[in-house]
Nanobody, 129 residues
Framework: QVQLVESGGGLAQAGGSLRLSCAAS????????MGWFRQAPGKEREFVAA???????????YYADSVKGRFTISRDNAKNTVYLQMNSLKPEDTADYYC???????????????????WGQGTQVTVSS
């Protein structure tokens, strides 16, 4: 069983930055596929970014079109932590952000919530104009 705990959410003004963290425990973190999703009130949970195991010691990063060029996903295996650096924030980025972990994602499924086995409780991000 994997446990995930997000942190780093809060308030930011448009154009500002936040860095979200997701601390993982319970499994071999280095080989887990990690994702960030977000959900605004009344909306479906949507894909934001993913960091996937793609070789013996390499990873691939993917982004939703809505955040590409503004957000960066990274991981520190020594700390069992994945990050989401969010720059140039927009009010439309306001949502609850969730960290997800999985071992069965693929190049065709990493952007679906169903591809991930474990989820954190979320952290709120609010961006004002």
């Amino acid at each position: 069983q994997v446990q995930l705990v997000e942190s780093g959410g809060g308030l930011a003004q448009a154009g500002g930055s936040l860095r979200l963290s997701c601390a993982a425990s319970g499994r071999t973190f280095s080989r887990s596929d990690m994702g960030w999703f977000r959900q605004a009130p009344g909306k479906e949970r949507e894909f934001v970014a993913a960091n996937r195991w793609s070789g013996s010691n390499t990873y691939s990063r993917y982004y939703a079109d809505s955040v590409k060029g503004r957000f960066t996903i990274s991981r520190d295996n020594a700390k069992n932590t994945v990050y989401l650096q969010m720059n140039s924030l927009k009010p439309e980025d306001t949502a609850d952000y969730y960290c997800a972990a999985g071992t069965r994602t693929s190049s065709d499924s990493y952007y679906y919530t169903q591809a991930y086995e474990y989820w954190g409780q979320g952290t709120q991000v609010t961006v004002s104009s």
